[in-house]
Protein backbone atom coordinates (compact mmCIF):
# COMPACT_ATOMS: atom_id res chain seq x y z
CA UNK A 1 0.00 0.00 0.00
CA UNK A 2 1.19 3.32 -1.11
CA UNK A 3 2.07 5.92 1.74
CA UNK A 4 -0.58 8.78 1.27
CA UNK A 5 0.16 12.62 2.12
CA UNK A 6 -1.39 14.59 4.36
CA UNK A 7 -3.32 16.20 1.76
CA UNK A 8 -4.51 12.92 -0.02
CA UNK A 9 -6.00 11.60 3.49
CA UNK A 10 -7.15 15.25 4.25
CA UNK A 11 -8.93 16.04 1.05
CA UNK A 12 -8.97 13.65 -1.22
CA UNK A 13 -8.36 13.10 -4.86
CA UNK A 14 -9.12 17.13 -5.08
CA UNK A 15 -7.15 19.73 -4.26
CA UNK A 16 -9.27 22.51 -5.29
CA UNK A 17 -11.08 22.88 -1.69
CA UNK A 18 -8.81 22.71 0.13
CA UNK A 19 -8.83 26.48 1.55
CA UNK A 20 -12.33 24.98 2.73
CA UNK A 21 -11.52 22.03 4.42
CA UNK A 22 -12.98 22.09 8.32
CA UNK A 23 -11.67 18.41 9.60
CA UNK A 24 -14.90 16.63 11.08
CA UNK A 25 -12.20 14.65 13.49
CA UNK A 26 -9.39 16.39 15.18
CA UNK A 27 -8.22 16.16 18.61
CA UNK A 28 -4.41 17.22 20.75
CA UNK A 29 -3.61 15.46 23.84
CA UNK A 30 0.07 15.97 25.59
CA UNK A 31 1.66 12.08 25.30
CA UNK A 32 2.38 9.96 27.93
CA UNK A 33 6.65 9.18 27.60
CA UNK A 34 5.47 5.49 26.75
CA UNK A 35 3.38 6.86 23.66
CA UNK A 36 6.83 8.98 22.05
CA UNK A 37 8.16 6.48 20.02
CA UNK A 38 4.94 5.56 18.56
CA UNK A 39 4.87 9.32 17.03
CA UNK A 40 8.50 9.96 16.39
CA UNK A 41 8.29 9.10 12.69
CA UNK A 42 5.62 11.42 11.98
CA UNK A 43 7.26 13.95 14.19
CA UNK A 44 10.80 13.79 12.32
CA UNK A 45 8.82 13.34 9.23
CA UNK A 46 6.32 16.86 9.79
CA UNK A 47 10.02 18.58 11.02
CA UNK A 48 12.02 17.65 8.23
CA UNK A 49 9.08 18.98 5.45
CA UNK A 50 8.84 22.45 7.79
CA UNK A 51 12.62 22.38 7.21
CA UNK A 52 12.35 22.48 3.45
CA UNK A 53 9.27 24.61 3.11
CA UNK A 54 11.87 27.26 4.99
CA UNK A 55 14.88 26.68 3.09
CA UNK A 56 16.43 25.19 5.86
CA UNK A 57 15.90 27.99 8.07
CA UNK A 58 13.35 25.94 10.72
CA UNK A 59 16.41 25.13 12.72
CA UNK A 60 19.39 26.88 11.21
CA UNK A 61 22.94 24.72 11.63
CA UNK A 62 20.97 21.82 13.76
CA UNK A 63 20.79 18.41 12.81
CA UNK A 64 16.83 17.86 12.79
CA UNK A 65 16.81 13.94 13.52
CA UNK A 66 18.94 14.75 16.83
CA UNK A 67 17.02 17.75 17.88
CA UNK A 68 14.02 15.94 17.85
CA UNK A 69 15.10 12.77 19.31
CA UNK A 70 16.97 15.04 22.15
CA UNK A 71 13.10 16.53 22.54
CA UNK A 72 11.28 12.87 22.23
CA UNK A 73 13.46 12.51 25.64
CA UNK A 74 13.85 15.59 27.28
CA UNK A 75 10.63 17.07 26.48
CA UNK A 76 6.70 16.50 26.22
CA UNK A 77 4.57 16.56 23.41
CA UNK A 78 1.17 17.85 22.96
CA UNK A 79 0.17 16.48 18.87
CA UNK A 80 -2.59 16.95 16.84
CA UNK A 81 -4.07 14.34 15.34
CA UNK A 82 -6.63 15.29 12.18
CA UNK A 83 -8.67 12.43 10.83
CA UNK A 84 -6.32 10.07 12.78
CA UNK A 85 -3.42 11.32 11.40
CA UNK A 86 -0.54 13.46 13.34
CA UNK A 87 -0.63 16.82 11.51
CA UNK A 88 1.36 18.71 14.46
CA UNK A 89 2.95 18.83 17.61
CA UNK A 90 4.52 20.92 20.34
CA UNK A 91 7.10 20.31 22.23
CA UNK A 92 7.43 22.19 25.56
CA UNK A 93 9.66 21.66 28.72
CA UNK A 94 8.22 21.30 32.29
CA UNK A 95 11.09 19.99 34.04
CA UNK A 96 12.24 22.90 35.95
CA UNK A 97 10.00 23.69 39.27
CA UNK A 98 12.25 26.61 39.98
CA UNK A 99 11.37 28.42 36.79
CA UNK A 100 7.91 30.31 36.39
CA UNK A 101 7.98 29.74 32.96
CA UNK A 102 7.31 26.74 30.82
CA UNK A 103 9.15 27.07 27.25
CA UNK A 104 8.38 25.78 23.90
CA UNK A 105 11.15 24.57 22.31
CA UNK A 106 9.22 23.65 18.74
CA UNK A 107 5.60 24.15 17.27
CA UNK A 108 4.82 23.09 14.11
CA UNK A 109 1.38 22.84 12.23
CA UNK A 110 0.86 21.04 8.49
CA UNK A 111 -0.19 23.33 6.35
CA UNK A 112 -3.12 21.66 5.22
CA UNK A 113 -4.09 22.28 8.59
CA UNK A 114 -3.65 25.75 9.30
CA UNK A 115 -6.22 28.03 9.74
CA UNK A 116 -8.85 25.75 11.57
CA UNK A 117 -8.26 26.88 14.97
CA UNK A 118 -6.11 23.66 15.47
CA UNK A 119 -2.74 25.71 16.71
CA UNK A 120 -5.09 26.93 19.28
CA UNK A 121 -5.96 23.80 20.47
CA UNK A 122 -2.32 22.21 20.62
CA UNK A 123 -1.54 25.56 22.74
CA UNK A 124 -4.45 25.34 25.06
CA UNK A 125 -3.13 21.53 26.13
CA UNK A 126 0.21 22.77 25.99
CA UNK A 127 -1.03 25.68 28.86
CA UNK A 128 -3.04 23.29 30.63
CA UNK A 129 -0.47 20.67 31.05
CA UNK A 130 1.90 23.72 32.13
CA UNK A 131 -0.57 25.56 34.51
CA UNK A 132 -1.13 22.04 36.02
CA UNK A 133 2.84 21.78 36.96
CA UNK A 134 2.67 25.27 38.25
CA UNK A 135 4.52 27.74 35.86
CA UNK A 136 2.71 30.83 35.28
CA UNK A 137 3.74 31.97 32.27
CA UNK A 138 4.69 29.68 28.16
CA UNK A 139 8.01 31.44 26.88
CA UNK A 140 9.19 31.05 23.60
CA UNK A 141 11.68 31.93 20.66
CA UNK A 142 10.22 33.03 17.08
CA UNK A 143 13.10 33.72 14.14
CA UNK A 144 12.27 37.91 13.45
CA UNK A 145 11.31 37.59 9.78
CA UNK A 146 8.86 34.29 10.97
CA UNK A 147 5.84 36.77 10.19
CA UNK A 148 3.09 34.20 10.27
CA UNK A 149 4.16 32.42 13.69
CA UNK A 150 4.98 36.32 15.31
CA UNK A 151 1.32 37.27 14.23
CA UNK A 152 -0.59 33.77 15.38
CA UNK A 153 1.78 34.21 19.21
CA UNK A 154 0.62 37.75 19.34
CA UNK A 155 -2.88 37.26 18.13
CA UNK A 156 -3.07 34.45 21.14
CA UNK A 157 -2.01 36.97 23.85
CA UNK A 158 1.86 36.79 24.04
CA UNK A 159 4.03 39.57 24.40
CA UNK A 160 7.58 40.62 22.80
CA UNK A 161 9.69 40.27 25.45
CA UNK A 162 13.24 41.07 23.65
CA UNK A 163 15.33 39.75 21.22
CA UNK A 164 18.49 36.98 21.05
CA UNK A 165 20.33 37.34 18.24
CA UNK A 166 17.52 36.73 14.70
CA UNK A 167 15.08 35.59 17.52
CA UNK A 168 12.68 37.58 19.01
CA UNK A 169 11.37 36.29 22.97
CA UNK A 170 8.00 36.26 23.33
CA UNK A 171 5.68 35.83 26.50
CA UNK A 172 2.60 34.63 27.73
CA UNK A 173 0.95 35.01 31.27
CA UNK A 174 -1.18 32.42 30.99
CA UNK A 175 -4.59 33.89 32.73
CA UNK A 176 -4.12 35.98 28.94
CA UNK A 177 -4.77 32.63 27.40
CA UNK A 178 -8.45 30.97 28.47
CA UNK A 179 -7.31 27.08 29.19
CA UNK A 180 -10.24 25.16 29.03
Not at 141 to 157: C, H, K, P, T
Request: hydrophobic share 40%.
Amino acid sequence: MAELSIPDLLYGESMNNKRHFKPKKWRVRVLAQHEVPDYAPALRKLAHAEQARQDGKLLDGVDIDEYIEKLEGKAELAVLEVEGKCCGFCAFYTYDPTLDEAFIALFLVAPEVQRNGMARGILESVAASALQKGFRYLALRVREDNDQAIQFYLSQGFLMAGQHGKDYAMRLEMTALSVG
